[in-house]
């Protein structure tokens, strides 16, 4: 058995630990959708990937312990889920886990999808980190309904999303 200290990745989504500006996981969850907006460096804490960040250098950088720990912690785990449903509201969508886990449209949609759906948006490369960090700590079904809930956004907004950006989310969900 091991006695490493757990990762401040792993303490912060057990809420024993914090971020790089002391917020929690419970606070910045409880911020209304335009903080959330606004600030622009909680994301790498919530989806973190294998890489540093170039906006966040103080953003944890996943490694194989912390993959291990997401895969056998059901609170982790519950907590990255907490973590997507709370992303999926800022953007207009909901998660249902009935016989298939999918993402759908919530009744939200209009008013949320008009902040962020629009040529360049900053989201656009949060939504590939959501993807993407999905993937890595476990998340893989989440990651993938996702993406296909995007999909029809894509091919509703081409313009706007633009195929490249299309092409990263197409990867990041893989």
């Not at 024993?16 to 606070?27: A, I, K, Q, S, W």
């Not at 886990?97 to 209009?110: D, F, I, M, P």
């Not at 999808?113 to 960090?133: A, D, M, P, Q, V």
């Amino acid at each position: 058995m091991t006695s490493e200290r757990p990762s401040a990745l792993v303490r912060f989504y057990s809420g024993v630990g914090v971020d790089h500006r002391g917020r929690t996981l419970d606070e910045i969850l409880a911020w209304d959708d335009d903080r959330l907006e606004r600030v622009h460096d909680f994301v790498q804490w919530l989806f973190p990937l294998d890489e540093p960040s170039s906006v966040n250098p103080l953003a944890p950088i996943v490694t194989v312990r912390d993959r291990e720990a997401f895969a056998s912690h059901p609170l982790l785990r519950g907590r990255l889920i907490e973590s997507f449903t709370r992303m999926l509201a800022f953007y207009g969508f909901r998660l249902e886990e009935y016989a298939a886990l999918q993402v759908v449209k919530s009744a939200g949609w209009h008013s949320r999808s008009t902040c962020w759906l629009e040529s360049g948006n900053h989201n656009y490369l949060r939504i590939t980190r959501i993807l993407k960090s999905l993937q890595l700590l476990g998340a893989a079904a989440h990651s993938r309904a996702f993406y296909r809930a995007l999909v029809p956004v894509y091919e509703t907004h081409r313009s706007l999303i633009g195929s490249r950006t299309f092409e990263y989310w197409t990867r990041a969900a893989a």
